[in-house]
């Protein structure tokens, strides 16, 4: 066992664990981030090269979080002197009489985030290549853009072995030990901290069971899948056009996004907000492409410009909770482990905040967002109802 005892040590070096890792380190805390996978790598839920950032929420606490975290990823992309974000607007489509639609335009009405309500009559001048289904309603919101996530994942990481912290990739944690100093255990040795923030997506529930605790969350596979234009530029991120999310459509209940053709040339980002059940450490036995075939009928009706069968499909893993809200919280028994859990598919752009957060949360400060909708406690009658 090393002597060393850190201040913390963090165990997941995705987005989440990167951000919380870099403000323990920036704020002279001596940080360990540990990451069970050799860096960089496709195995969890934050590699890729775009993400979606966005005000559009129905809940008011989304969006007050989205505010802040503009601003830190506008830190960040100074400090590390690397572009971490393109403005390119969102479209929000869904049907005006629909439950998502009306709640998130209140949300950025009642919060005075700058859009665009689209006329129907005007749509099509402004969104080229778009069918706008009859009874949805459009708008536009302009502050929304592209994250370059795979350049801001080694941005972060980066900047926190600048301010003096310490990564071992290739390192699985296979034991935890609770404690006033916790101990952590890999194959390589043991390593003490004084306080732990776990941050390990899929794997959350792998480590917690050291912990005596289990969430309930539900890790799904989904197909990320790009499409080709039928004319090159129809849907290029360089001709203006805006990221999407419909929320609901004859297709599903469930959200469909999009980005703009960028990291594939003549190749357009668009995907099913929803996975089905898999391992995560079996990921590709699960083979299920429902999401794929009402992706193809969403595309035939609603985007002419594109060949209706994927060029190309990677894949992505959610951890999801029954709300789909986060978990940010400590641990309900031992007041030094803090978990980060259950992003849901929605965490990346919230990077930086929940970083910030779940540093708060490690070195005992006041968190600077009410975290009410984010504690553990709020399983406790789903757990027994599981029973």
């Given at each position: 066992?090393?002597?060393q005892?850190?201040?913390?040590?963090?165990?997941?070096?995705?987005?989440?664990?990167?951000?919380?890792?870099?403000?323990?380190?920036?704020?002279?805390?001596?940080t360990?981030?540990?990451?069970?996978?050799?860096?960089?790598?496709?195995?969890?839920?934050?590699?890729?090269?775009?993400?979606?950032?966005?005000?559009?929420?129905?809940?008011?606490?989304?969006?007050?979080?989205?505010?802040?975290?503009?601003?830190?990823?506008?830190?960040?992309?100074?400090?590390?002197?690397?572009?971490?974000?393109r403005?390119?607007?969102?479209?929000?489509?869904?049907?005006?009489?629909?439950?998502?639609?009306?709640?998130?335009?209140?949300?950025?009405?009642?919060?005075?985030?700058p859009?665009?309500?689209?006329?129907?009559?005007?749509?099509?001048q402004?969104?080229?290549?778009?069918?706008?289904?009859?009874?949805?309603?459009?708008?536009?919101?302009?502050?929304?853009?592209?994250l370059?996530?795979d350049?801001?994942?080694?941005?972060?990481?980066?900047?926190?072995?600048?301010h003096?912290?310490?990564?071992?990739?290739?390192?699985?944690?296979?034991?935890?030990?609770?404690?006033?100093?916790?101990?952590?255990?890999?194959?390589?040795?043991?390593?003490?901290?004084?306080?732990?923030v776990?941050?390990?997506?899929?794997?959350?529930?792998?480590?917690?069971?050291?912990?005596?605790?289990?969430?309930?969350?539900?890790?799904?596979?989904?197909?990320?899948?790009?499409?080709?234009?039928?004319?090159?530029?129809?849907?290029?991120?360089?001709?203006?056009?805006?990221?999407?999310?419909?929320?609901?459509?004859?297709?599903?209940?469930?959200?469909?996004?999009?980005?703009p053709?960028?990291?594939?040339?003549?190749?357009?980002?668009?995907?099913?907000?929803?996975?089905?059940?898999?391992?995560?450490?079996?990921?590709?036995?699960?083979?299920?492409?429902?999401?794929?075939?009402?992706?193809?009928?969403?595309?035939?009706?609603?985007?002419?410009?594109?060949?209706p069968?994927?060029?190309?499909?990677?894949?992505?893993?959610?951890?999801?909770?029954?709300?789909?809200?986060?978990?940010?919280?400590?641990?309900?028994?031992?007041?030094?482990?803090?978990?980060?859990?259950?992003?849901?598919?929605?965490?990346?752009?919230?990077?930086?905040?929940?970083?910030?957060?779940?540093?708060?949360?490690?070195?005992?400060?006041?968190?600077?967002?009410?975290?009410?909708?984010?504690?553990i406690?709020?399983?406790?009658?789903?757990?027994?109802?599981?029973?």
């Open positions: 066992m090393s002597s005892v850190y201040d913390c040590i963090v165990i997941g070096a995705g987005i989440q664990g990167s951000c919380t890792a870099y403000y323990l380190a920036k704020n002279n805390k001596k360990l981030l540990l990451e069970q996978f050799v860096l960089p790598h496709s195995r969890g839920s934050s590699h890729g090269q775009t993400r979606i950032i966005r005000k559009a929420y129905e809940q008011d606490f989304y969006v007050r979080m989205m505010e802040e975290s503009y601003k830190l990823w506008a830190e960040l992309e100074k400090e590390a002197d690397v572009k971490l974000y403005r390119t607007g969102l479209l929000l489509l869904g049907p005006e009489n629909g439950r998502g639609f009306p709640i998130i335009k209140d949300t950025l009405q009642r919060n005075k985030v859009m665009v309500v689209l006329k129907r009559e005007e749509f099509s402004h969104i080229p290549n778009f069918n706008l289904s009859s009874g949805d309603g459009a708008l536009v919101d302009t502050t929304a853009g592209v370059y996530a350049k801001a994942l080694v941005a972060i990481q980066r900047l926190f072995q600048s003096g912290g310490v990564i071992k990739d290739g390192e699985k944690v296979i034991g935890i030990t609770p404690g006033p100093v916790v101990t952590v255990t890999t194959p390589s040795g043991a390593y003490q901290a004084k306080k732990l776990i941050t390990a997506g899929p794997w959350a529930n792998t480590l917690l069971s050291h912990t005596g605790l289990g969430l309930p969350l539900q890790v799904v596979k989904l197909n990320v899948c790009y499409w080709q234009e039928k004319v090159p530029g129809s849907y290029d991120i360089r001709n203006r056009f805006p990221c999407f999310v419909q929320v609901e459509s004859l297709e599903s209940e469930h959200h469909i996004y999009g980005l053709s960028n990291e594939y040339p003549g190749l357009m980002k668009v995907c099913y907000h929803i996975g089905k059940d898999t391992d995560p450490d079996g990921r590709d036995r699960q083979t299920n492409q429902d999401d794929i075939e009402i992706l193809k009928r969403y595309i035939t009706r609603c985007m002419p410009g594109l060949v069968v994927p060029a190309v499909v990677e894949s992505c893993l959610y951890t999801i909770t029954p709300d789909t809200d986060f978990v940010l919280d400590r641990h309900p028994t031992y007041s030094n482990i803090v978990i980060g859990a259950g992003f849901s598919g929605h965490g990346f752009k919230f990077g930086p905040v929940i970083g910030k957060i779940l540093y708060e949360l490690s070195t005992e400060q006041v968190p600077s967002h009410d975290l009410t909708p984010f504690k406690s709020r399983f406790q009658a789903h757990s027994k109802s599981a029973l």
